[in-house]
């Protein structure tokens, strides 16, 4: 029986994401506000983990939740609140849903650049204290004025937009920003050094990261035109706070509005109270469309993940679609089993993996099978290796992974190749499927020979010469192992052979020692698949 899945979700969200676990059959507990030590305490019961940006998913709270846990989705942009690379090399996919709440976002920030260009928020409370100060309150147009996008990706581009309709020239600061698409967009594309001096108005659309952290520095905000209003709708730690309460103090920034800080929640802060600050407690998303759509997106997102193997918006691992992912499961099973055959003979020699794919696997997306080889290849070294960890794993063990498209098809309609670059020379194996299902391997170290790769094996090498079988028979016999299959091949006859024998007992290390013996042996390797 399988079990149920289940998930937590662990911020406050639209009641529409619980909804939609629930009709897909998964168990959903909603618990948000817990303290980080609480959710530690109750989140190794879920496979999958929803949140917004309150709710902090560290390396440890991911240790409490393994063996577990699977999918983290993040129901907005930011991913800053969870320790990505954590999840990575824990084998969690982290996905967020990156369009669903940008309009929503960039509004806000155009709502911030009105609110400093006319004081409102000041304005209203002087005059909801009865003070009636027409006088005070001196606003600035904003029409004709330059606006400087730092970061100009989704959110940036509609604010790019909107502030076109409010007749700003907009220059942007962004290093991955083509030319041909600033042209579309109507933005000058500029270096940082150059929009500092030059914007009478500046807002943040970067994520938080360790390029991004800082981005208005001390010195950055000194080159700035004096009289500058800066609004940050993207993540606290992009502005030197401390800094910029100087510029605000000493007027050569005329106003500041923060939606994000770099505490949260900023229930203190050293900024507050500063002339020209306006605040709002990181409310960008917040509109009943945006949370809808977040909510809706995540919950679909995460149930095609833990139910189909479906991956949409991930953020670490390559996307895999609902439709797709029944196409590319036998693929997966016919690669994982090709890297874990690789892996247990060629072991921790291996210093490049090239992962071919010909004819009818050709026309699929590779990504997924380069990552069922690579799980399946370390899966020998460690077990809590999958396919999303194993390419950050095999990074970090320097092997070299390249993955090669062929579309005319060889002997066989469709082909996996895996050769794996060792000490000792290259070492491929290849293998097909079947009627479209059945994994077989069909080439072993350019020996042809088929075998389905399943249960307990022995790979055997050994001299081609009569009588060799049936020793290899009787001294499995005599260890009370019952062979299921038999498959052979050879280079050419009397030469060198191969065999992979199905046994229904695993072999042990006295066996394998034992069948080295055999007159013409070269090597044994007991495999598991
Ligand atoms: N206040 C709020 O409630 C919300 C805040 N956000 C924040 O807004 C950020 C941006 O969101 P999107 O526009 O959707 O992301 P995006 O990924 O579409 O755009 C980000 C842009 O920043 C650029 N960038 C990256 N590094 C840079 C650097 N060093 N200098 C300049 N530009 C750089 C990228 O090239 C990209 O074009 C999110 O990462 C999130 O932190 C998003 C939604 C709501
Ligand atoms: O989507 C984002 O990046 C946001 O910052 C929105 O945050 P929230 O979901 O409102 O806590």
Redesign the pocket.
């Given at each position: 029986m399988t079990e149920q899945v289940r998930v937590l979700i662990a911020?406050k969200m639209d009641p529409r994401a619980a909804a939609i676990f629930r009709e897909r059959g998964i168990q959903v507990d909603e618990k948000s506000g817990l303290s980080p030590e609480d959710l530690q305490a109750i989140v190794h019961d879920y496979d999958g983990i929803a949140v917004?940006?309150?709710a902090k998913i560290s390396a440890a709270i991911m240790d409490a939740a393994l063996p577990r846990l699977k999918v983290i989705g993040?129901?907005?942009?930011?991913v800053d609140t969870i320790d990505v690379p954590a999840a990575s090399a824990r084998g969690i996919v982290v996905m967020n849903t990156p369009f669903g709440?940008s309009i929503t976002?960039a509004e806000h920030a155009i709502a911030m650049l009105f609110a400093l260009a006319r004081e409102i928020p000041q304005a209203d409370q002087s005059t909801q204290a009865g003070k009636w100060e027409k006088n005070r309150f001196m606003g600035v147009e904003l029409a004709g004025k330059t606006l400087g996008l730092i970061g100009c990706g989704n959110i940036g581009s509609i604010v790019a937009d909107r502030a076109h309709g409010l007749k700003m020239k907009v220059v942007a600061y962004d290093p991955f920003l083509s030319p041909e698409r600033a042209v579309e967009l109507g933005v000058e594309k500029v270096e940082l050094d150059e929009l500092l001096p030059r914007a009478d108005f500046i807002t943040l659309h970067t994520p938080l990261t360790d390029q991004t952290r800082g981005i208005l520095s001390r010195e950055a905000l000194a080159k700035t035109k004096k009289g500058v209003r800066i609004v940050n709708c993207a993540r606290g730690g992009l502005i030197d706070e401390a800094a910029l309460k100087e510029g605000l103090e000493s007027g050569h920034i005329a106003g500041a509005a923060l939606d994000?800080f770099a505490q949260e929640p900023a229930k203190e802060n050293a900024l507050f109270g500063t002339p020209g600050l306006i605040c709002t407690p990181?409310l960008?998303?917040?509109t009943n469309e945006a949370q809808v759509n977040?909510a809706i997106q995540v919950a679909e997102q995460m149930s095609d993940f833990l139910l189909l193997g479906g991956i949409t918006n991930a953020v670490n691992v390559p996307s895999l679609s609902a439709e797709e992912a029944p196409r590319l499961k036998p693929y997966m099973a016919l690669a994982e089993k090709l890297g874990r055959l690789l892996g247990q003979i060629a072991g921790t020699e291996i210093r490049s993996i090239d992962i071919e794919v010909e004819g009818a696997a050709a026309e699929l997306n590779i990504k997924p099978i380069s990552g069922a080889v690579l799980a399946g290849i370390m899966r020998s070294w460690s077990d809590t290796v999958n396919m999303v960890n194993a390419p950050f794993l095999a990074k970090e063990r320097g092997i070299g992974v390249r993955e090669i498209r062929t579309e005319r098809e060889g002997d066989y309609h469709t082909l996996v190749a895996v050769t794996a670059g060792t000490d000792n020379g290259p070492r491929r194996v290849e293998g097909t499927l079947f009627g479209n299902s059945a994994a077989r391997l069909v080439k072993i170290f350019g020996i042809p020979v088929e075998a389905e790769l399943t249960g307990q094996m022995i790979y055997i090498v050994n001299n081609d010469q009569p009588g060799f079988i049936g020793a290899l028979g009787t001294e499995l016999g005599e260890n009370g192992l019952n062979i299921a299959t038999f498959n052979l091949g050879r280079r050419k006859e009397a030469g060198e052979a191969v065999a992979l024998v199905a046994v229904d007992d695993p072999i042990t290390r006295e066996v394998a020692a034992q069948l080295r013996e055999l007159p013409g042996v070269r090597e044994v390797v007991p495999l598991s698949f």
């Open positions: 911020d917004r940006s309150s993040r129901a907005g942009i930011g709440n976002t994000v990181h960008g998303a917040s977040v």
